[in-house]
């Protein structure tokens, strides 16, 4: 398997000039640990993680110093520290040396990179644009669901591809794309569904997508997360 047949599409993103605020309620709103920063193109200029809000003066969190510490310490070290727990913009804070893959990069590749970065998710980008995402718990999905088989590669991405159209169309249920893996045509239904019907539903536009051998539903009866239809991981 690679990117493109695991990754999130419809993601939940933000520009240089949200503030810091509003990218706090999109994270909570979206129940999402990070967010990729887009410029008006859809190129990637950046991303910011739960980490990077984690000392901030309205909480009361910024990191403390004593005088003596400070004497030690070179000014830009300071300057950096309280950019980043005053600033309004996430131009000022966001992480700009950002790690990415191409959609055709293997999950080995992307699982060498967050072990090799101690990262969460990796953007996927094409011809230099936002394509997507992949995180950790995408490939804990695949483990889950049996692995990847490298001779039905080629017939599991289209139709997780058709699956992902038809259920944007009908839009009868919600459902997140990271809770959809194809493993040797077997598709893998994940996450949390609002009721029985939604989990039928999910099933019966599984079988109905050629090339489909099964369904196997993992899913939970729950409230649904807060957010729009396919939100980012």
């Known amino acids: 398997m690679r ?8 993601i939940v993103t933000a520009t240089p000039q ?11 709103n979206n129940r999402i640990s990070g ?13 910011i993680t739960e980490g990077d809000l984690l000392r901030r003066a309205e909480t009361g ?4 110093r004593s005088s003596w510490s400070e004497w030690f310490s070179p000014n830009s070290r300071l300057a950096g520290e309280y ?5 309004r913009r996430l131009a000022d804070i966001m992480t700009r040396d950002v790690v990415s893959v191409g959609q055709l990069a293997t999950l080995g590749e992307i699982a060498d990179l967050m072990e090799a ?4 998710r990796v953007p996927v980008l094409h011809d ?29 991405g289209p139709i997780r591809s058709r699956l992902l159209a038809e259920l944007r169309k009908q839009r009868c249920v919600n459902c997140s794309e990271s809770e959809i893996v194809v493993s040797d045509g077997i598709v893998h239904l994940w996450g949390v569904v609002g009721s029985e019907e939604e989990r039928r539903a999910l099933r019966v536009a599984a079988e109905n997508i050629p090339g489909v051998r099964g369904v196997e539903d993992h899913s939970v009866t ?12």
């Open 117 to 120: 970065r101690s990262i969460k």
């Open 128 to 156: 230099g644009k936002l394509a997507g995402i992949v995180s950790r718990a995408d490939l804990l999905r695949v483990l889950a669901s049996g692995g990847a088989n490298s001779s039905e590669d080629d017939r599991d």
């Open 222 to 233: 729950g409230p649904l997360r807060p957010g729009p239809l396919f939100p980012a991981i």
């Open 18 to 28: 949200t503030t810091v605020q509003d990218a706090a309620k999109l994270m909570i």
């Open 3 to 10: 990117a493109i047949d695991v990754m999130t599409s419809q």
């Open 83 to 87: 950019i980043k727990s005053h600033a």
């Open 61 to 64: 969190t910024e990191r403390q």
């Open 35 to 47: 967010l990729p920063i887009v410029d008006e193109d859809r190129q990637l200029v950046g991303i």
